[in-house]
């Protein structure tokens, strides 16, 4: 794929973000209905877009492919909880704001715009990888990602974990 290509692909993406900047400037968008398209996106359609990516497939990848892929994202996700660690000590803001900038960091968007992105450049195939280099952040970001918002949201800043989460990862980023 040369770049025009790719740019082209990219500018579809942007006018459809830009449709939606414009919907919601205009009075279509916001409040309740954005709750609801977000829940459309997450609990229905990219579901079924990754359901579908298995089954349209020709075959699917080996299991030493799939398991490289996911190994990838793990090693990625790693590097993304260093660097959340580390650059929100140097940025101004409370504690909560660093927290938001830590979950921000450390879990960059990858449905919303990770996928129709991934689609846009490799291919419908290119799903299927996407969502499997996406299984880290799915389990990190539901389990931990909330830790990370509300433990640095707290009041004390000692250097003890939370009773009622011993495997927290969060407790000492304060």
């Known amino acids: 794929m040369n770049f025009w290509d790719v740019f082209g692909e990219m500018l579809v ?10 919907a919601n400037r205009l009075g279509y968008l916001g409040g309740e209905a954005d709750q609801k398209v977000s829940k459309l996106l997450l609990n229905i359609t990219m ?15 080996e299991l030493g492919t799939i398991l490289s892929i996911l190994e990838v994202g793990v090693v990625f996700y790693l590097l993304e909880a260093v660097f959340a660690l580390v650059v929100p000590r140097f940025l101004p803001g ?4 660093k927290g938001v900038w830590r979950y921000a960091l450390a879990f960059p968007n990858v449905g919303f715009i990770g996928y129709p992105v991934a689609v846009a450049l490799f291919g419908d195939g290119a ?3 996407a969502a499997i280099l996406a299984l880290p952040f799915n389990l990190l970001s539901y389990s931990l990602g909330p830790l990370l918002l509300a433990g640095a949201a707290s009041a004390g800043s000692s250097c003890s974990p939370p ?10 980023w304060r």
């Open 13 to 22: 993406i942007l006018f459809a973000i830009a449709a939606g900047y414009a």
């Open 47 to 61: 579901p079924a877009m990754i359901v579908a990516a298995v089954i349209t497939g020709e075959e699917l990848p």
């Open 94 to 97: 409370t504690q909560g704001q």
């Open 127 to 129: 799903l299927f990888y």
């Open 163 to 172: 009773a009622s989460w011993p495997l927290s990862w969060d407790w000492c």
